[in-house]
């Protein structure tokens, strides 16, 4: 079944920001700002990720469907840490994984929130 056009959308979105992790992932720790603690960055992409992920479902507030995108972005963190391991000056991190998965339900939950408001729910 082809997806309607809010779903296109979500899906592009999706690919790009994926996308932007994974070009940030692949730079070396010399190329990152230094300042700003890892987890930032970290929990805001995939935060902002899953927001738009979860809306490539039909019936995103679907608590199995919202499950099932979690799922998936968890499972891309953990690649995009493996993938990181190749990375000179760069490693698979656990805690990473965690603040990733951590800023992914942050994301679902947001949007959540945000349809609950529209509706008046």
């Not at 979105?13 to 720790?29: E, K």
């Not at 990720?49 to 507030?61: E, N, R, S, Y």
């Amino acid at each position: 079944m082809p997806l309607k056009r809010k779903n296109q959308i979500a899906a592009m979105i999706s690919f790009l920001l994926y996308l932007g992790i994974f070009v940030a992932s692949s730079l070396p720790a010399s190329a990152l700002p230094g300042k700003v603690p890892d987890i930032i960055p970290h929990f805001c992409a995939y935060a902002i990720l899953a927001f738009f992920f979860v809306q490539v479902f039909d019936d995103p507030l679907n608590l199995k469907k919202m499950a099932s995108a979690w799922v998936a972005l968890i499972v891309l963190g953990f690649f995009d840490e493996v993938h990181q391991s190749f990375v000179p000056s760069r490693f698979c991190s656990l805690k990473d994984m965690t603040v990733d998965a951590l800023g992914s339900a942050f994301g679902l939950l947001a949007y959540r929130w945000k349809e609950q408001i529209k509706n008046g729910i």
